[in-house]
């Protein structure tokens, strides 16, 4: 009994005696730990952003962003997002020598600085190390990787990894294979066809490998041992020419691979079917040919995501989609697939299909009523093809369908009644069809309807109400139609309208001003982002209305010649991107065309309420009475088309504000009055006001040319005394300004070309900045845009203009700085040296120099091809040769549209009407912005100007004077 107890209390102290020893460890590895945080903080560049990293406040656990283990050890340390400014050797001497530390996340902390193995935790499994600027080489990779025993995942993506030698790949002295099962280097800066063969014939032990956005090229080597490899990205690189025979064959496992966004050729590796594996395989955005492999496809019964969108496919569908049952998306637009789609789809409910994009291809036949057993469809696509027929009523049988687009094919017949049946419908897109009837007024029952459109077609009838209670509506698009009879107020009942899209009806009526009662009340969200293409129209007589807004995905920019609208219509502007808006609850319509019917009665004052609008054609019908000074307010208007109506009386002097205008029309009208002086409607050419009887001021006759009232006349010549002054003073600053942001944009145009290897695909933004006069941004709304050919729109430019800065415009010029601009050889007009006088005309001859050197990509003065002459004089001496040698080759350079050279010498024109060596015969600022203007809407400067013949018929050879009659300024 004795012994017994004496066992237990040597046992209770034995436990005892451990506890405390776990303790102390405990406690002391705590210390340790903090001491080695605290290091970390030390040598952060802002360590005031971890403020709770305090050794005073307590131990590590307590710091923001530190886990710990129920021992007290640092088990995770989780910064994202916070710019602390430190080198790798900091993390890799401090954080990574936690013992117990088994996860990493820096992820967008502006580490820097290269990659260094240093010592590691044997616990640390993953990290993350995202987005920041490291450096380093593949060899670095496989070092750090080394170091870290337990490592299972490493994240470097968003970094810039690849610009250090790999001089240990080259000889071979690389660690050999990866100890790892995730790495992740996508958008970096490896290149190298021997890092691409090193890192593929070293994966050891990987599943995942993600080599997305480098900059990869050549071919892609075969890749010997990859039996573990599970994921496999190599997308958005420029790896090319054709997939060798058993560069797959081995891997099994493969169960992801995506080798889209690269420039592959041939037919598509016939070895992908031994990847019986793959569950998703995407090979988009490449150039391959031949025939759609259907029995290799075939063979892969796992197979659920298929993409293979942007080639050069030929072939048909055969029964592709009735054999994969797993497969939920299928991708073949943009190809050259032919037949038709096939008539038994989805033949049991198992089939698990939800998204069909067959768009852009040269499928014919018929839309098979087979097509709604596919009961799990969200999303079809099968516009711009040739397709025929009607349209199925039991289609209207599916239960989930998002997306219904078929527009640009030959469809007929009525819109079934059946498709309201679908409620959870949000697009429905039948453009440039043959479909006939009304449209159908059980569509009142698809409330999440957001686009809606059936323009081109031959509906008719009467425009439905009801459409007003489609309260997510964004988008409608009715016209080129034959809808009748009035236009139904209820549409400003739509919260969420943004586009409405009634031209070239039979409308008739009053305009209803309850189109306006949306105003301010538009929320966030709804039409955001959605792919889509603007056809901006020229205007002629064949091309009515503004433009045409098309869905646009999965279709290539240069199938827009398949539209029949392309052969009379001449699109000067074609727009490509994707939407994106943000009101904040006060938004507006920004799209609001309804030309080309037969409207009449006075325009409602109430669309100055229309904060956010950009375009507004009311052109082509029969509206009468004064125009609504409340336009005046449309601050973001770049498109005002009022022309062919019977409008009477002046141009609001309102209109004088409307900075961000690209064009205005209101021509064939009865306006009087003068055309205001001040603001930008004098740089417009003269055919935008013309036949107006009483309209006059410039570019129109002088008002004093004009028989009429003597009281008028005094008054017009009274109101221009008293505005004579300042208002030469203020029309010289504002367009001179003007003058500098297209010279801006100009360069901004040429750094993208220098930059940007497909010169095809340069994007824009349309940004209509939205900010209240206390400089507090409210809202705005953006369009990432691809313009088709070299275009100066001010409209257009990357930055709100009112907030472009002129250290912006210098940072721009990338070392055209002020001070070579004021006095400097080269710039300075000739008969500066014999009056030292500057004047405005003088200013001109400045402005055509930086215009020059822009087209040109010389400096005005020290080069080595001038000899004794400057820039001027260089010009004019090569005006024998070909135009073309005068320009900057990397204007030029890739460009597969033959109207930018024709854009070019039209820039040049205008720089040699400045460069004229008689000051009174130079043209001024206001003129260079109309020839500007006209260039834009795609008239020539020969329009304004007339060259005589010369000699040697160079561009800056001979006169260029006005056709019209110019009064002799000074």
């Known amino acids: 009994m004795v012994g017994r107890e004496r066992r237990r209390s040597s046992s209770s102290a034995s436990f005892f005696c451990l506890a405390c020893l776990l303790c102390f460890q405990g406690i002391a590895f705590g210390s340790g730990d903090l001491e080695l945080l605290m290091s970390f903080k030390a040598a952060v560049a802002n360590p005031q952003l971890l403020p709770s990293w305090d050794h005073l406040d307590g131990g590590p656990c307590s710091f923001a962003g530190v886990s710990c283990s129920p021992g007290g050890r640092v088990a995770a340390v989780v910064l994202q997002g916070v710019s602390l400014g430190a080198d790798f050797r900091a993390v890799s001497s401090s954080i990574l020598a936690l013992g117990g530390l088994e996860s990493l996340s820096l992820r967008a902390v502006n580490l820097t600085g290269a990659l260094d193995g240093g010592r590691c935790g044997g616990r640390l499994s993953d990290i993350d190390l995202s987005g920041n600027g490291l450096r380093g080489s593949v060899a670095d990779i496989s070092s750090l990787a080394a170091a870290c025993p337990g490592l299972r995942s490493l994240n470097l993506s968003g970094n810039s990894v690849g610009v250090l030698p790999t001089a240990s790949v080259k000889d071979g002295r690389a ?12 958008f970096n800066k490896v290149s190298g066809e021997d890092e691409l063969r090193w890192l593929l014939s070293n994966l050891g032990s990987l599943r995942r490998l993600d080599l997305a956005g480098n900059r990869f090229s050549d071919r892609i080597p075969a890749i010997p041992n990859c039996s573990y490899l599970q994921h496999l990205d190599l997308s958005m690189n420029g790896l090319s020419g054709e997939i060798s025979v058993g560069v797959f064959s081995g891997c099994r496992s493969l169960t992801y691979l995506n080798l889209s966004s690269n420039h592959f050729t041939g037919t598509l590796p016939s070895d992908l079917s031994s990847c019986t594996s793959l569950v998703s395989l995407s090979l988009s955005n490449n150039n391959f040919s031949g025939e759609l492999p259907l029995e290799a496809l075939i063979s892969m019964p796992h197979l659920k995501i298929l993409e293979i969108a942007f080639n050069n496919l030929t072939g048909s569908l055969g029964d592709l989609i009735t054999k994969m049952p797993m497969l939920q998306v299928l991708d073949l637009s943009s190809n050259s697939l032919t037949g038709s789609i096939p008539s038994e789809l989805c033949p049991s409910p198992i089939f698990a ?22 009961t799990k469809l969200v999303s079809l696509d099968v516009s711009l093809n040739y397709i025929g027929g009607v349209i199925p009523s039991r289609l209207g049988l599916f239960p989930s369908l998002r997306d219904f687009i078929m527009w640009q094919n030959l469809l007929e017949g009525e819109i079934p009644p059946e498709l309201s049946n679908i409620r959870t419908l949000e697009n429905l897109i039948l453009d440039n069809n043959d479909l006939t009837g009304w449209i159908p007024a059980k569509l009142v029952n698809c409330t999440s309807l957001n686009w809606l459109s059936l323009s081109s077609n031959r509906l008719s009838g009467l425009i439905p109400s ?56 538009i929320a966030v969200g709804l039409g955001t982002g959605e792919p889509y293409v603007y056809l901006k129209n020229d205007g002629t007589s064949g091309c009515r209305g503004t433009g045409n ?7 290539r920019p240069e199938d827009l010649d398949r539209l029949p609208s392309r052969q009379f219509c001449n699109f ?70 009022l022309s062919h109506n019977a409008l009477e009386g002046p141009i609001p002097p309102s209109f004088s504000g409307l900075a961000m205008l690209s064009e205005i029309d209101l021509s064939n009208n009865k306006l009087n009055g ?42 017009g010549r009274s ?66 845009a691809t313009k088709d050919a070299l275009a100066i729109n001010l409209s257009t430019f990357e930055m709100p203009l009112k907030n472009l800065s002129f250290v912006d415009l210098v940072e721009a010029t990338n070392g055209f700085h002020n001070d070579f601009l004021i006095g400097t050889p080269g710039y300075v007009p000739p008969e500066y040296y014999q009056s030292f006088r500057c004047t405005t005309n003088g200013d001109v001859y400045s402005y055509g120099v930086v215009l020059l050197e822009l087209l040109t990509g010389r400096r005005s003065t020290g080069s080595t091809d001038f000899g004794d002459n400057n820039l001027v004089g260089w010009v004019k001496q090569h005006s024998k040769l070909r135009i ?24 040049l024109k205008i720089a040699c009407a400045c460069l004229d060596d008689r000051p009174l015969r130079r043209p001024t600022m206001l003129e260079v912005m109309t020839m500007l203007k006209s260039i834009q809407a795609g008239l020539t400067v020969n329009t304004m100007y007339s060259a005589p013949a010369a000699s040697n018929g160079g561009p800056c050879e001979g006169d260029m004077t006005l056709t019209e009659g110019r009064e002799a300024k000074e």
Not at 573 to 594: A, P
Not at 745 to 768: M, P
Not at 895 to 907: A, I, N, S, V
């Open 719 to 784: 109101h221009r005394g008293q505005a004579s002054l300042a208002g030469s003073i203020a029309m010289g600053l504002l367009f001179s300004l003007f003058c500098i942001f297209g010279l801006a944009i100009i360069i901004i145009e040429t750094k993208k070309r220098r930059t940007e290897k497909d010169n095809s695909n340069c994007s824009r933004d349309i940004y209509f900045d939205s900010r209240s006069p206390s400089n507090t941004t409210n809202s705005n709304w953006k369009l990432t």
């Open 549 to 555: 807004l098309l869905e646009f995905g999965g279709i």
């Open 466 to 521: 009801w459409i007003g209670q489609l309260r997510n509506l964004a988008i409608l698009k009715l016209g080129n139609n034959s809808f009748s009879g009035l236009i139904p107020p209820e549409l400003g009942d739509c919260r969420s309208l943004i586009w409405l899209d009634l031209s070239n009806n039979q409308l008739n009526g009053s305009i209803p001003p309850a189109l306006a009662d949306q105003s301010g009340k």
């Open 884 to 907: 073309s040698d005068l320009f900057d080759p990397e204007l030029l350079h890739g460009d597969p549209h033959p109207q930018l050279e024709l854009e070019l010498l039209e820039h």
């Open 572 to 641: 000067t502007r074609v727009y490509k991107g994707i939407t994106q808006y943000t009101f904040n609850n006060n938004g507006s319509m920004l799209f609001l065309d309804l030309s080309y019917n037969q409207l009449s009665g006075e325009i409602p004052k109430k669309f100055g309420s229309m904060y956010y609008l950009l375009i507004l054609n009311l052109g082509h019908n029969m509206l009468s009475g004064p125009i609504p000074p409340e336009l005046g307010s449309l601050r973001y208007a770049a498109v005002l088309d």
């Open 175 to 186: 660690v050999v294979g990866f100890d790892i099962e995730t790495l992740d280097v996508s």
């Open 353 to 374: 299909l939800e998204t069909l994009y067959l768009q852009n291809n040269q499928l014919t036949g018929r839309i098979p009523e087979s097509l709604s057993n596919c």
């Open 674 to 715: 003068s055309i205001p002086e001040l603001g930008q409607l004098a740089t417009f050419p003269r055919y935008r006001y013309e036949n107006n009887s009483g309209l006059c001021g410039f570019p129109l006759p002088s008002c004093e040319n004009l028989d009429g009232p003597k009281s008028s006349t005094q008054h």
